[in-house]
């Protein structure tokens, strides 16, 4: 498709969402974790943090009254029962389940996991998914005790929501690699043709909240915490943009009459949607859908948020691969990214080998990865050249969310100044409420690997944030999280414990819902927009007014039905599919969804 990510100004989308059905008595989507990241998948304030009243929204009465059985009036009263939930990373103290009860008929809380979320059905290697009960609210307390007054008392102050590892891929760049799917599974996902459908799915859930659902607080904004896009193309980057703000969106690039990535290559070794060939996927159930391809690469209309949003960078953001130095507008990465050879397989031995260097640290700059396509070239396919799969440099980057057409709803540049491009700076603060500031840093290695990083003078300059904003809680925003931030992560921990006002870090990159204590603060990671169960997750602070302060946390999903019709390839049925292929795709790693306390949650803290 010539210079293009083809993107057009807003429009309503082409059919309506509807409600997902519940299916009373579906067995829970959960199954067994496994720990592990995805590859390039203190000295008191001077003073207390001000009071203000609260927030436009709801009173403290009205609070109440909106929360229903899984919201506020429940999670903030007294807790009952024992709880299952996993044990905390360094807790002494126990996590309580809220049990439903009645249900408020205009509950915030409608719409998200706490009601509702999509679980197998059925047996056989291929499962359809049914809406199932939804995940209980759990009160954890390793950090504070949980007043039983606090209900009476509580004033919300601050009402967001999290996306983070929405992937927005564009599964014909010539840099992807894959080939390498026998080593992980994150090389290639069966779903990913339909990323664009299910992250305008996401944001259409989004616009239909109520509100916060533990308080009915207006949400203020939306924050991505990175990994936005797959390849560092523009392409993508444009979709990403145009998802947020709105329009149209045509997720293809290459010739626009054919589609020329691995789905349809006529190797056994990907799904072949299209094709009778008993491909490697339908030989464990998956179906064959005439036409998919081309729905695939269908035009998407996206209504765009209606709230701000603020973007945060992560390393596929970044870097060729998620894993490869950072590619200039020259050079090898992008002649190749932009040109007309794409290498669809190897031989397994060779992709072990290439892949143990990655995982290992031993190729950053992509020397070997250079080499190896440099000798498989003829063994390539040829492919319709696209500059518009050209790799972003950091100021690429920061223009491009500052384009009128990303504009949206604000703000300009998305948290991202001029200043920061002509530093070639990805870290920024903003004002999330009155009383509370966010802090969003640059976790990636410009040259190279999918780990984190956060350097001294991006620390320094968090610290001096933290001490300019010691009357407003902080938190603190990134990609990568404490266990994947090799270089600056223990020191940026101990920044936080040090800063009486840091109530939380957020981050994803890890695909998997993980909360854990530290000290006096909670580090929230939430599971991406890409493999199952496809999340994003909405935080209210609140001020119980008796010393503790409370973090809730609340786990959404797309607003596209769980029920999937194999006959159905509109936007909707497409983004209903993303889900159902994501939950069956071969050795995907399982557990994402993490434990009772790592999803829907209050989160106490002692109120500095």
Not at 475 to 485: A, C, E, I, R
Request: charged fraction near 20%; hydrophobic fraction near 35%.
């Amino acid at each position: 498709m010539s210079p293009r990510s083809r993107s057009a100004p807003s429009a309503p989308p082409d059919s309506p969402t509807t409600a997902p059905t519940a299916a009373p008595g579906a067995p829970p989507g959960n199954r067994a974790a496994v720990p592990g990241p995805d590859g390039p998948d203190g000295a008191p304030p001077d003073r207390a943090p001000r009071r203000r009243p609260p927030s436009p929204g709801p009173g403290r009465r009205r609070v109440l009254v909106l929360a229903g059985s899984a919201g506020a009036a429940a999670a903030l009263g007294p807790a009952t029962g024992a709880s299952p939930a996993a044990a905390p990373a360094s807790g002494t103290r126990p996590q309580r389940r809220v049990p439903g009860g009645r249900a408020a008929v205009d509950a915030p809380h409608t719409g998200t996991t706490l009601t509702g979320v999509a679980a197998p059905s059925g047996d056989g290697p291929f499962r359809r998914l049914v809406t199932g009960p939804g995940w209980a609210r759990v009160v954890r307390t390793e950090l504070a005790r949980a007043g039983a007054r606090r209900a009476a008392r509580a004033e919300p102050l601050a009402s967001f929501v999290q996306f983070t590892d929405l992937h927005l891929v564009d599964v014909q760049h010539p840099l992807r690699y894959e080939y390498l799917r026998a080593q992980t599974a994150s090389a290639w996902r069966p779903q990913e043709s339909l990323s664009v459908a299910g992250a305008v799915s996401l944001v259409e859930r989004v616009n239909a909240l109520a509100g916060g659902p533990a308080t009915g607080a207006s949400l203020s904004c939306v924050v991505t915490t990175g990994d936005n896009t797959d390849n560092n193309s523009r392409a993508e980057l444009e979709w990403f943009t145009t998802v947020l703000s709105g329009g149209r969106i045509t997720p293809d690039t290459g010739d626009p009459r054919i589609h020329e990535g691995v789905q349809d290559c006529g190797l056994p070794d990907f799904w072949q949607p299209d094709s009778d060939l008993r491909d490697r996927d339908k030989a464990v159930g998956f179906p064959r859908l005439r036409g998919f391809l081309r729905a695939a690469g269908r035009q998407v209309a996206g209504p765009g948020l209606k709230l701000p949003w603020y973007a945060t960078v992560g390393n596929h953001d970044a870097l060729p691969g998620g894993c490869f130095a950072a590619a200039d507008a020259r050079g090898f990465f992008a002649d190749f990214a932009t040109g007309d050879r794409k290498l669809m397989r190897l031989p397994e031995e060779q992709g072990a080998r290439l892949w143990r260097a990655v995982e290992r640290g031993r190729d950053p700059g992509g020397r070997l990865f250079t080499e190896l396509l440099r000798a498989e070239r003829r063994h390539m396919r040829k492919v319709t050249p696209d500059p518009a799969r050209a790799p972003v440099t950091p100021r690429d980057y920061i223009r491009a969310l500052a384009r009128p057409q990303a504009l949206g709803p604000g703000p300009a540049g998305h948290g991202y100044t001029e200043e920061n491009a002509v530093e070639g700076t990805l870290y920024y603060a903003f004002r999330i409420a009155p009383d509370v500031m966010g802090y969003s840093l640059d976790t990636t290695r410009r040259d190279g690997h999918y780990t984190g990083r956060v350097g001294a003078a991006q620390l320094s300059w968090l610290r001096r944030q933290l001490a300019a904003h010691r009357d407003r809680y902080a938190l603190v925003f990134s990609h990568h999280t404490s266990t994947t931030t090799p270089e600056g992560g223990t020191e940026l921990l101990a920044l936080l414990r040090d800063t009486p006002h840091a109530l939380a870090w957020i981050n994803g990159h890890s695909h998997r819902n993980r909360i854990s204590p530290h000290g006096t603060f909670w580090e929230v990671s939430t599971a991406s927009h890409t493999d199952f169960p496809q999340l994003a997750r909405t935080l209210e602070l609140v001020d119980n007014r008796d010393g503790t302060l409370s973090l809730f946390t609340t786990l959404i999903e797309s607003a596209a039905p769980h029920r999937t019709d194999f006959t159905d390839l509109s936007q909707t049925g497409l983004a209903s599919l993303y889900r159902e292929l994501a939950f069956n795709a071969p050795g995907a790693r399982h557990g994402l969804a993490g434990a009772e306390g790592d999803r829907n949650t209050e989160l106490l803290l002692r109120k500095p």
